[in-house]
């Protein structure tokens, strides 16, 4: 279930001076483009494995998968939505005799389009209940996502028509997947902030994020801060007694107490949790009072960790840091933390960002950590490296990790495991075909389904829009 805090649009006017001060700050360290709206990318996918193997096997048909999109497939679509949106708008809103009535008009309208984009297929809520329905689709198990009903106004959403037994098979059978699907509406709004992010950096977008992303941000730590402080029980026991049926039912009700008490509990099936108030099904919601201690403390914990997510010049729309000139151009820089829930506890990570005249570049420190014990990692990327004249651009990462073994919540023992990912690009003219493909071995990485050793491939076109 997704919880809506609904923002004030008064955050855009809160940002708005922010623009007007770095306009034309060119020659300061601190770069903010407010003229020039960048280089804007828009993906379309065609073959992405193995979540269209996934979705296939859960719908029963090919057309019917893509309303299983995957964790991938509904990031690149609600990426794209929110990019050529607020492109458009902003392009639209031009006044010639006030830069400074522009700013705000262009500010205005790009905020609430993101306010209105909580009830809208492709909207950030739309991206977290997608994330749910991944793993679920992953063991062929079908949901509804009830962001296509655009049900504007409601202060929360659900992923519905899920069966009992499936729900029973994956948390008795597949645990570790069955915390994950808990978690992974939050990784989802933190993992599409990044990858705005790190467009906005390497791209040198000026798209007017920065309410987009401090929205979500914000909607994150009070969802986990609800939980933590068991403030949802009373609308949880509303809901129970309304959900006669099971097909009503959203599939876990508060994400994050359902996701500590799994966490806590790796043994216990899921018909302990009794009968449903009605008499009819198992009784899915999770109530505070039914948290341990510890993992109320762990939960209180990661509402404090949330505050990372707010911890990167890029939250105020400083895009670029400019760190040197050299004949060849100017060097660029940027930072941004992150904190994402697992299915074994938590990663906290630093996100470092390098432009050189000649290479993009990122490098990811991951703290993770469960009950008890911390555990490292380290990524590195390569962005659109040009070759034959930028006629090809290739890219990749790296990454290697020691996570908590069996993605257990009490072990001291590690686990290592890495990824690895290729990236190739044809450019012509405004498009360019695209391929990436990847094997990761067991472990939890933002944005990839599987828990398990897996080869991934993505294949689609990129479409250029503007530069």
């Known amino acids: 279930m997704k919880k809506l805090f609904i923002p004030n649009l008064l955050l855009s006017i809160f940002l708005l001076p922010w623009h007007l001060c770095g306009q034309h700050n060119f020659n300061n360290n601190l770069i903010f483009y407010s003229d020039s709206i960048g280089t804007v990318y828009l993906d379309m996918p065609l073959v992405t494995l193995p979540s269209q193997i996934h979705a296939y096997k859960t719908t029963g048909g090919f057309f019917k998968s893509y309303m299983n999109p995957g964790l991938d497939n509904s990031l690149t679509y609600s990426a794209d939505m929110y990019s050529s949106v607020h492109y458009g708008l902003k392009s639209a809103a031009r006044i010639k005799k006030s830069k400074g009535a522009q700013i705000f008009l262009q500010r205005l309208l790009v905020s609430g389009f993101d306010v209105v984009s909580q009830w809208l297929p492709l909207g950030a809520p739309w991206l977290h209940e997608e994330y749910h329905r991944g793993v679920m689709s992953q063991y062929g198990i079908n949901s509804f996502n009830e962001v296509l009903l655009f049900p504007f106004g409601k202060s929360s959403i659900a992923v519905n028509k899920v069966k009992d037994e499936d729900l029973a098979m994956l948390c008795d059978y597949h645990h570790s997947d069955f915390v994950r699907l808990m978690s992974a509406g939050h990784e989802a709004e933190v993992h599409l902030v990044r990858?705005?992010?790190?467009?906005?950096?390497?791209?040198?977008?000026?798209?007017?994020?920065?309410?987009?992303?401090?929205?979500?941000?914000?909607?994150?730590?009070?969802?986990?801060?609800?939980?933590?402080?068991?403030?949802?029980?009373?609308?949880?026991?509303?809901?129970?007694?309304?959900?006669?049926?099971?097909?009503?039912?959203?599939?876990?009700?508060?994400?994050?107490?359902?996701?500590?008490?799994?966490?806590?509990?790796?043994?216990?099936?899921?018909?302990?949790?009794?009968?449903?108030?009605?008499?009819?099904?198992?009784?899915?919601?999770?109530?505070?009072?039914?948290?341990?201690?510890?993992?109320?403390?762990?939960?209180?914990?990661?509402?404090?960790?949330?505050?990372?997510?707010?911890?990167?010049?890029?939250?105020?729309?400083?895009?670029?840091?400019?760190?040197?000139?050299?004949?060849a151009g100017a060097w660029y820089g940027n930072f941004a933390f992150r904190h994402y829930l697992t299915s074994f506890g938590d990663d906290v990570s630093l996100d470092l960002y390098l432009q050189s005249p000649k290479f993009n570049l990122y490098t990811t420190f991951h703290s993770y950590n469960n009950l008890n014990h911390h555990f490292g990692g380290i990524e590195a990327g390569l962005i659109d490296f040009p070759l034959l004249d930028n006629h090809l651009q290739l890219g990749g990462t790296v990454m290697f990790w020691v996570q908590p073994k069996d993605m257990l919540f009490h072990t001291g023992k590690g686990e290592a495991g890495g990824l690895v990912k290729a990236k190739i690009a044809y450019n012509y003219r405004f498009i360019a075909p695209t391929l990436e493909i990847g094997w990761k071995s067991k472990g939890w990485v933002a944005g990839n389904v599987s828990l398990k050793p897996s080869f991934f491939l993505w294949f689609g076109i990129r479409w250029k829009i503007t530069r």
């Not at 798209?207 to 992303?213: A, G, Q, R, S, T």
Request: proline residues 3%; contains cysteine.
């Open 195 to 327: 990858n705005l992010q790190s467009n906005e950096f390497f791209y040198h977008q000026n798209l007017d994020n920065e309410v987009l992303y401090i929205m979500y941000s914000i909607q994150n730590i009070m969802y986990v801060s609800m939980c933590a402080n068991g403030s949802g029980d009373e609308n949880t026991k509303k809901r129970n007694a309304i959900e006669t049926t099971i097909a009503s039912r959203d599939f876990t009700g508060m994400d994050m107490n359902a996701w500590i008490d799994a966490l806590c509990n790796p043994d216990k099936p899921y018909s302990a949790r009794g009968i449903h108030p009605s008499g009819v099904g198992i009784n899915r919601y999770i109530m505070y009072e039914d948290i341990s201690a510890e993992g109320r403390k762990y939960l209180k914990r990661q509402a404090y960790l949330d505050i990372f997510n707010f911890m990167s010049p890029m939250m105020l729309g400083f895009s670029h840091i400019r760190l040197a000139n050299t004949e």
